[in-house]
């Protein structure tokens, strides 16, 4: 019925930048909050950056002054503009948002991308 889609990850050098975005497509008929969590190896899964409909955001310290999450409400899109990249950056990239999908009177319920894999090298 609906499924979130990233592209924009990649392979850059330590300082580098980055541009995630992420569309949710299929029959939406309502998005709210849209965030995006990363994964590295071994370690679990951790929020990145959220920002619900009307642009309220969150994000931990480690990524406050690097990474800005935005968003395209008409085009129910997500981005993530990464700068200052760092090694421990290295993950994949997971896009989740709360979707109505299937039908107007559908409950909002999360959906989870595939992810996109985000290497940095020192």
């Known amino acids: 019925q609906a499924h979130l889609v990233e592209s924009g990850g990649g392979f850059v050098q330590a300082g580098g930048s980055l541009r995630l975005s992420c569309v949710a497509s299929g029959d939406v008929f309502g998005v709210s909050t849209m965030a995006w969590y990363r994964q590295a190896p071994g370690k679990e899964r951790e929020l990145v950056a959220s920002i619900t409909s009307g642009g309220f955001v969150t994000a931990p310290e480690s990524v406050k002054g690097r990474f800005t999450i935005s968003r395209d409400n008409l085009k129910k899109m997500v981005f993530l503009q990464m700068n200052s990249l760092k090694p421990e950056d290295t993950a994949v990239y997971y896009c989740?948002?709360?979707?109505?999908?299937?039908?107007?009177?559908?409950?909002?319920?999360?959906?989870w991308g595939q992810g996109t894999q985000v290497t940095v090298s020192s």
């Open positions: 989740t948002a709360s979707l109505r999908a299937g039908a107007w009177y559908a409950s909002f319920r999360d959906y």
